[in-house]
């Protein structure tokens, strides 16, 4: 299988650091689990510590990047965990179902193997008002309404006998988590290419989409009509700009 994150998940590593407050809310969700699949594990974000963590990653990009001493991974896709059944207490996944070629198929997996599952997606409508893609790449949206967002995960963790509970995830103003909405309150970054490298929903789009955006966006800079129409944002500390937990669990 062709690896996604081989044209642009060189360097992820260094802009993507998870954000400790995210972080904190996505093991809040993992609950008591003392076992945990981390699915598209990528370079290892949001993995908690103290409890038994194996990774599942299909990119040979992104499991060179894993830092020494993190969980041990293995090279698998989400359609087909390496795994016996009910093995783990949850299973993670973190911005990946996007990018699994059968997301149905990938979310029952989680359900096989983990009795609580916890995945970071997003709602693609609430994104798609977001100014980034609102005013400069509605590309963006366009193209995400074509892949598994909130709507999907939610059915593929949904049952006759689950419970699933859905959680606005705020993204701080200062977020050290690179990912597309993490810069709302610091337009300048998104003229660097290495940042923007980072962002799958940016770095899936042709050049001559993104390249011409971007000089829009630093001609709005420079003028100060960015700063005009944004105002109101310039003073919060955080935003929801569309970031959701999903969390599914049987019920008893």
Do not use: K
């Not at 990119?59 to 990047?65: C, D, K, N």
């Not at 200062?174 to 300048?188: E, S």
């Amino acid at each position: 299988m062709a690896d996604p994150y081989r044209s642009f998940g060189r360097g992820y590593s260094a802009v993507r650091q998870p954000d400790p407050r995210i972080a904190r809310q996505v093991h809040a969700a993992l609950g008591p689990a003392a076992t945990v699949l981390n699915v598209g594990a990528g370079a290892g974000s949001y993995e908690p510590d103290g409890r038994g963590v194996l990774a599942v990653e299909p990119s040979a990009t992104m499991l060179r990047q894993r830092p020494p001493g993190s969980a041990p991974a293995v090279c698998a896709v989400a359609e087909h965990l390496p795994c016996v059944d009910d093995r783990f207490d949850a299973a993670l996944a973190v911005l990946t179902v996007h990018h699994w070629r059968d997301p149905a198929a990938g979310l029952a997996e989680l359900r096989r193997v983990s009795r609580r599952q916890v995945v970071f997606t997003w709602d693609v409508e609430v994104m798609a008002r977001y100014w980034l893609v609102r005013e400069y790449l509605p590309e963006i949206a366009e193209r995400e309404r074509g892949l598994a967002n909130l709507d999907a995960v939610v059915r593929g963790l949904s049952g006759p006998d689950r419970r699933v509970v859905v959680q606005p995830v705020p993204v701080p103003w200062d977020c050290t988590d690179g990912f597309l909405a993490a810069y709302w309150r610091r337009p300048h970054s998104y003229l660097d290419d290495d940042v923007r490298a980072g962002m799958s929903g940016v770095a899936a789009l042709p050049s001559d989409v993104v390249r011409p955006a971007v000089r829009r966006l630093a001609e709005d800079l420079g003028s100060g009509a960015w700063q005009r129409r944004h105002r109101d944002l310039l003073d919060r500390d955080s935003l929801d700009v569309g970031y959701r937990l999903v969390i599914g669990t049987a019920i008893s």
